[in-house]
Nanobody, 117 residues
Framework: QVQLVESGGGLVQAGGSLRLSCVASGSIFSPNVMGWYRQAPGKERDLVAT???????NYADSVKGRFTISRDNAKNTVYLQMNSLLPEDTAVYYC???????????WGQGTQVTVSS
């Protein structure tokens, strides 16, 4: 089992910044992918950004140029730096870890990000 704990959400004005953190613990194996997803009210959970243990990143088109994902493998931590936030970025942000070899995925409890206009 893997436990994921997110932090860093909150309320910010449009144009502002937030940094999310997610610490993983438990049975962590490589290769893996850590990433962030978000779910707005009444909508599906969508990919925001991912970072593989091998160093590859992927971003949703809607956040490219504004958000940056990074990870510290030694600390089993993934970060999401969010700049130039927009009201449409308002959502619950979930951390995810996917074990490539087993195909198992794990979710954090989510952290609320609210961007006011």
């Amino acid at each position: 089992q893997v436990q994921l704990v997110e932090s860093g959400g909150g309320l910010v004005q449009a144009g502002g910044s937030l940094r999310l953190s997610c610490v993983a613990s438990g049975s962590i194996f490589s290769p893996n992918v850590m990433g962030w997803y978000r779910q707005a009210p009444g909508k599906e959970r969508d990919l925001v950004a991912t970072f593989t243990s091998g160093g590859r990143t992927n971003y949703a088109d809607s956040v490219k140029g504004r958000f940056t994902i990074s990870r510290d493998n030694a600390k089993n931590t993934v970060y999401l730096q969010m700049n130039s936030l927009l009201p449409e970025d308002t959502a619950v942000y979930y951390c995810n870890m996917f074990h490539t070899w087993s195909g198992r995925g794990y979710w954090g409890q989510g952290t609320q990000v609210t961007v006011s206009s």
